[in-house]
T-cell receptor
Framework: DADVTQTPRNRITKTGKRIMLECSQT?????MYWYRQDPGLGLRLIYY???????NKGEISDGYSVSRQAQAKFSLSLESAIPNQTALYFC????????????FGSGTRLTVV | EDQVTQSPEALRLQEGESSSLNCSYT??????LFWYRQDPGKGPEFLFT???AGEEKEKERLKATLTKKESFLHITAPKPEDSATYLC???????????FGEGTQLTVNP
């Protein structure tokens, strides 16, 4: 099993719908992150969490919300999806030191039509 | 605000043709520079962390170096399986968040 698992892998949804992307990890890391990746824009941070009670906005949090249900689970929600939220979404984890970088999931490809 | 710029955006090499990828960065205080490899449809995979100017790390055909303003990823005698997008990221001293560059898409032709 993968260290960081994202579900679903692919999703097509309609404008205005609420959608949740899920992330679970077996690394035992406290820190979890949600990024989106767009061609030409690289990886941009949406939200991050240092533990269950500590959630912080990243650089592009508008239109998104998150929930840290447990140390191992971190979900990203789009309350009312819009087409410019079409992107590849990645969940990542790290330990406190980050010396070994982040461990990324395989991503969720989201298309909003 | 941290900034990371990678060049070139895309690089096409023949098998065995060595080259380098560049990552220029601006941070208030560097706490680590990271290199990742990303294959199509997959998440980035960690390669190296560099902490101070003059530091070098190697893995197979890849060698990463660091100065006070930039990092290079040297690829020696590349093979087609080295084809991927290579991402650079920096971590500043005040937190654990990483700021990523846009990546260099490397294609190695047989």
């Amino acid at each position: 099993d993968a260290d960081v698992t994202q579900t679903p892998r692919n999703r097509i949804t309609k404008t205005g719908k609420r959608i949740m992307l899920e992330c679970s990890q077996t690394k035992g890391h406290d820190r979890m992150y949600w990024y989106r990746q767009d061609p030409g824009l690289g990886l941009r941070l949406i939200y991050y969490s240092f533990d269950v009670k500590d959630i912080n906005k990243g650089e592009i949090s508008d239109g998104y919300s998150v929930s840290r249900q447990a140390q191992a689970k971190f979900s990203l929600s789009l309350e009312s999806a819009i087409p410019n939220q079409t992107a590849l979404y990645f969940c990542a984890t790290s330990d406190y030191d980050v010396g070994y970088g982040y461990t990324f999931g395989s991503g969720t490809r989201l298309t909003v039509v | 605000e941290d900034q990371v710029t990678q060049s070139p955006e895309a690089l096409r090499l023949q098998e065995g043709e060595s080259s380098s990828l560049n990552c220029s960065y601006t941070v208030s205080g560097l706490r680590g520079l990271f290199w990742y490899r990303q294959d199509p449809g997959k998440g980035p995979e960690f390669l190296f962390t560099l902490y101070s100017a003059g530091e070098e790390k190697e893995k197979e055909r890849l060698k990463a170096t660091l100065t006070k303003k930039e990092s290079f990823l040297h690829i020696t005698a590349p093979k087609p399986e080295d084809s991927a997008t290579y991402l650079c990221a920096v971590r500043e001293t005040s937190g654990s968040r990483l700021t990523f560059g846009e990546g260099t898409q490397l294609t190695v032709n047989p």
